[in-house]
């Protein structure tokens, strides 16, 4: 039987949600852009914050339409953007609330 993780990644440029079977196969996935106006290389931290917030519980109920959500084992999230100390961006705090929130109501891992 297999068993499932959620990934979850709030970067400054997307919104992505994936489900990963144990041998690493992507069982479904979401993603979305963030918008970003015409000739703007980005966003501010606060909007892209703000964005994701907006756009996780709607994909999440986009993926649980796919997938059952009830069925995840595991939750992974991106809490910065590189793997040293004092990496930090705002946006990410919007992965990880929404990895935080549904690991204790499911009662599953948060890694």
Known sequence: MSRYTLGID???Y???LAVFDTAGEVVCAKKRFLPVKAGQLGLRQSDA?????????????ELAQEFDLTQIDAVGVSQKPRPVE???MP????????????AHAKG???C
């Not at 990410?92 to 549904?102: D, E, K, S």
């Open 14 to 16: 997307a919104t992505s």
């Open 86 to 88: 004092g990496s930090y």
């Open 91 to 102: 946006c990410f705090l919007a992965g990880v609330n929404a990895a935080t929130a549904f």
């Open 49 to 61: 914050l703000f964005h994701h917030t907006v756009a996780l519980p709607e994909m999440m109920q």
């Open 10 to 12: 709030t970067s400054n």
């Open 108 to 110: 599953s891992h948060l």
